[in-house]
């Protein structure tokens, strides 16, 4: 097993370009989520989805869209970059019957706006 | 105040010595409580679950204190290898995420607390 894959790794923005993070998971999760870590401030969600079709917004979801088409993938998309979006983004998933148990996060993607 | 809040440290520390890093919540219904450890720029993992009851997975030990709100975290004969980040993490709220009516919480991390073990 892979575990939770995110691509890329590493990206720069310019103000207003729009990207996508990738998120892939292979232990067959129903829950996927998206976190920023921003010096100080701990991990805040973005947004989150219990199954394929069903997302939901977390605690900072402005600028940000998602879409769950599989069970496997969660993209992450920003629509116009802001230098406020400068930030280090985790993917994270669990079995939805464990929630309240372990998260299995991805490596992150350290994404720079100028 | 925040939902859940850590003394960021750093605690230095040496070899062998034990050190103790508290956690405060500030939802009393809260449910699950969990410490992840952060090495530098990788991901979070989970470290330990803690029960109500107190926990030990080998030279760690997790406790809570429901009635002052609050999680700890105690590491004896600390390793160099133990130099991380820790990360309090509490399920927060019970009614934050649905799916078809079950509500399963939300999970709120802390800032985290630094620690360098060194020889």
């Known amino acids: 097993n892979a575990g939770v894959t995110q691509t890329p790794k590493f990206q720069v923005l310019k103000t207003g370009q729009s990207m996508t993070l990738q998120c892939a998971q292979d232990m067959n999760h129903e829950y996927m989520s998206w976190y920023r870590q921003d010096p100080g401030m701990g991990l805040r969600l973005i947004h989150y989805?219990?199954?394929?079709?069903?997302?939901d917004q977390g605690e900072v979801p402005n600028g940000y869209n998602v879409s769950r088409s599989t069970t496997e993938d969660f993209p992450l998309r920003l629509l116009s970059a802001a230098p406020s979006q400068t930030s280090v983004y985790f993917c994270?998933?669990?079995?939805?019957?464990?929630?309240?148990?372990?998260?299995?996060f991805g490596p992150g993607t350290r994404l720079t706006v100028t | 105040r925040k939902e859940v809040e850590q003394d960021p440290g750093p605690f230095n520390v040496p070899e062998g010595a034990t050190v103790a890093f508290n956690c405060t919540y500030s939802?009393?219904?809260?449910?699950?409580f969990f410490w992840y450890r952060q090495d530098c720029r990788k991901e979070p993992k989970l470290l330990m679950s803690v029960y109500s009851s107190g926990n030990e997975d080998g030279r760690f030990t997790a406790q809570l204190n429901r009635a002052s709100q609050y999680i700890s975290l105690l590491i004896r004969d600390s390793k160099l290898s133990d130099s991380a980040t820790y990360l309090c993490?509490?399920?927060?709220?019970?009614?934050?995420?649905?799916?078809?009516?079950?509500?399963?919480?939300?999970?709120?991390f802390g800032q985290g607390t630094i620690l360098t073990v060194h020889p």
């Open positions: 939802n009393s219904a809260s449910q699950s």
């Open positions: 989805s219990v199954g394929a079709g069903i997302t």
């Open positions: 993490v509490v399920n927060s709220d019970p009614f934050a995420l649905n799916a078809g009516g079950t509500s399963y919480g939300k999970l709120t």
């Open positions: 994270a998933s669990s079995p939805l019957s464990a929630f309240r148990d372990e998260q299995y």
